[in-house]
């Protein structure tokens, strides 16, 4: 890490420790039926016909209903985030470039609007709009929008990340699309200040890359950004899931403009069946 680095994340990690003290709201399924297609905008054109589309969930409940029950009410739902040791356990939804009967058009409606399509100030996480997830491709890099709010819902337990000590306790968070569950570990935790040219510049929220050495390089820069090593290793074919969260190095969310960003790649074969075991 760098002299810069290390300077200005000893800065940041005084600034979020205020924010754990004072924490605002920014603004910034066995088959039912049968195989419920996504709308088109969620099929890449590699993906087979519908006939040989999963189904959605409908066994798992999060809140008294599963992912079909969602997907029934709301075809923007795209999944279920869960992380142990904090608040976040939400319905995920998919950004999408479209018109709402209801609140804002476009990729961002769910910063403001709850899953009915109600005004909200704590809005619903959603996925970058720009990220592909199917029943049998995603992207290498899929990001996660989520509030800071002062409850400590949406994102805001994010901030625990800050310390090395809750990471060793709290490794894993699991994300269920609406036809698979992934596991995901923590390996970087890391703050976006929008304020620093060179931090503005990097942009973590990429969802593709056109190589493993790019991907690799990405890694190398997140690595350098961290607060601490995790010891977590990444491969050049990972998928990854990153979370992004309005943080404020100064404790004044008037002036402030960063990002808090927890990122998880994938769990390998051998952390899944460690985690089945567990569980067991």
Same mark, same amino acid.
């Given at each position: ?14 600034? !979020?420790?205020?924010?754990?003290? +004072? ?23 590699? *993906? ?8 959605? *969930?409908?066994? !798992?409940?999060? %809140? ?11 075809? #923007? ?8 040791? @904090? ?9 999408? #470039? &479209?018109?709402?009967?209801?609140? *804002? ?21 959603? @996925? =970058?709009?720009?990220?592909? @997830?199917?029943? %049998?491709? /995603? $992207?290498?890099? /899929?990001? +996660? ?8 819902? /949406?994102?805001?337990?994010? =901030?625990?990340? +800050?310390?090395? $000590?809750?990471?060793? =306790?709290?490794?894993? /968070? ?16 890391? @703050?976006?200040?929008? &304020? +620093? &040219?060179? =931090? ?16 690799? *390089? ?7 950004? $961290? ?54």
């Amino acid at each position: 890490m760098t002299k810069r680095n290390r300077t200005t994340n000893k800065a940041l990690l005084r600034g !979020v420790a205020v924010v754990l003290s +004072v924490c605002v709201l920014t603004g910034l399924s066995a088959c039912a039926a049968g195989p419920v297609l996504p709308p088109q905008s969620r099929v890449s054109p590699t *993906d087979v016909t519908a006939a040989a589309v999963p189904c959605i *969930d409908n066994t !798992v409940l999060h %809140n008294g209903k599963t992912l079909y029950d969602y997907y029934s009410e709301n075809n #923007d739902t795209i999944g279920w985030l869960t992380i142990d040791g @904090i608040l976040t356990d939400n319905v995920v939804m998919l950004g999408q #470039d &479209k018109p709402y009967e209801q609140g *804002d058009d476009g990729i961002n409606h769910y910063l403001n609007y709850d899953f009915s399509h109600q005004a909200s100030r704590a809005g619903e996480l959603y @996925i =970058d709009a720009r990220c592909r @997830i199917t029943y %049998n491709s /995603m $992207s290498q890099n /899929m990001t +996660v929008y989520g509030h800071h709010m002062r409850n400590g819902t /949406m994102l805001a337990g994010l =901030d625990y990340y +800050v310390k090395e $000590s809750y990471f060793q =306790d709290h490794q894993y /968070m699991t994300f269920q699309t609406l036809w698979h569950t992934y596991h995901f570990r923590v390996f970087g935790v890391f @703050i976006v200040n929008l &304020k +620093v &040219k060179s =931090d503005a510049a990097f942009n973590y929220r990429r969802p593709e890359f056109k190589s493993e050495q790019a991907f690799l *390089d990405f890694i190398d820069e997140v690595r350098e950004r $961290s607060f601490y090593d995790t010891g977590v290793t990444v491969q050049g074919t990972d998928r990854i899931l990153t979370l992004s969260t309005c943080t404020y190095p100064t404790g004044n969310s008037a002036v402030d403009n960063a990002r808090l960003v927890v990122m998880a790649r994938q769990c390998t074969p051998e952390e899944e069946a460690a985690l089945q075991s567990d569980a067991a």
